[in-house]
């Protein structure tokens, strides 16, 4: 039946057919190869018990954070003071591109959210000020996967979800791994500027820099609200969604920019996106029991000891596999499907789950980056109004700190592990 199910799921993907499509008629085709044709009722049952949790219910509300953010300016006020703070700097916009996605990282924790919003904001603003249309594009993109990392973030409230670990644990763990990839961009960017001419702008005064933090104070202090209330208690991490939520309305009722009009924009596109996250989620779960049954990851895991017995060894394979995936298919149904398949690989290997999430949360983000399925690259593309070809070929340099920072982040498992065994101890 695996070889039905994952069969039909690759053509499917081969044939543009959407992803929720294509995970829906690949798991009722192979049922209806199955032993279980007639037993169809069990694909709706499966589907609602696996959306009826309540750790699911964050995801929507961290969807409307950043939606809302988009819709009342608190995207401009981020990116004026990342830009009077090191908008001086060599490929200074680079730069503030870079830290903006970190910012609004600790608010929206999506990397669609990123491109859209800020994308729009910081491809029209580098190409004012002289900067190619296809490099302002491109590192809009890669910077957008800082996103997902740095919580909030709605990959990691799945995976932590489907490895059954503590949302909180993995929303301390993301931390360190978003900031060190931020880093690792602007240190990129940093000695492409060396070699390359970039334009540049005047140093901003202090004055500059407090008056815009002082405009933006109240975005600014937002991550530090939202993870900071998850951490003492005073709201769990899927009531942290609906405060991220409620606290970006009333950003837009004090800074007077959140119409009645951008307002039902942003509840419709949450809807929206809500409901094909949802619908995804439950086919993963018929998906899942129908491999279960088959015991499928019991005869992978045994397959990859065959391979190896080497943990080093285990790790390179698997990043090669998760990039390879990511490249094809979505960071949210790849992990819906690789997850419980790999968990079993994991555990007997001894790597620790919330480790192996960081890893499988950043290989699988670096796809939003990589041709040819990577959506970052068509949102891009279409908001910056650049070739495709174009934003592709002026990527691939950029995906190396990625990859640089995936590679450490898989053999120096501390980086993640070390913040949430120290705040919540170890497990």
Known sequence: MAWILFGAFIALILLRVPISIAIGAATVLTFLTSDFSTALQIIPQQMLEGVNKASLTAVPFFIMAGNLMNATGVTERIFAFANALVGHMKAGLAQVNVLSSMIFAGISGAAVADCAGLGAIEIKAMRERGYKADFAAAITVVSSVIGPLIPPSIGLVIYAFLAQQSIERMFLAGLAPGVLVGLSLMAYIRVR????????????????????????????????????????????????????????????????????????????????????????????????????????????????????????????????????????????????????????????????????????????????????????????????????ERVTMAVLPMLVPLFAMLILLTYVPQISTFLPDLVLGPQ
């Open 193 to 388: 500027a060396t070699y390359q001419d970039f334009p540049t702008q005047p140093r901003a005064s202090l004055r500059e820099v407090a008056g815009t933090a002082w405009h933006g104070l109240a975005a600014l202090v937002a991550p530090a609200i939202i993870l900071g209330s998850i951490l003492v208690g005073f709201v769990t991490a899927t009531e942290a969604g609906v405060l991220a939520s409620i606290y970006c309305i009333g950003l837009g009722l004090w800074y007077r920019e959140l119409t009645l009009a951008a307002f039902m924009k942003a509840l419709s596109e949450t809807a929206m996106m809500t409901a094909v996250i949802m619908i995804i989620i439950a086919f993963s779960i018929a998906m899942g029991w129908l491999l279960a049954i088959e015991q499928t990851p019991q005869k992978l895991a045994d397959w990859t000891f065959s391979l190896t017995d080497n943990k080093n060894v285990f790790l390179a394979l698997m990043l090669v596999f998760i990039i390879l995936v990511g490249c094809v298919v979505e960071g949210v149904p790849a992990k819906l499907i690789l997850v419980p398949t790999l968990l079993p690989i994991i555990d007997a290997y001894g790597i620790d789950r919330v480790h192996f999430g960081i890893i499988i949360q950043l290989g699988l983000l670096i796809g939003i980056a990589t041709p040819p399925m990577g959506i970052g690259l068509y949102i891009v593309s279409e908001v910056g109004r650049v070739k495709f």
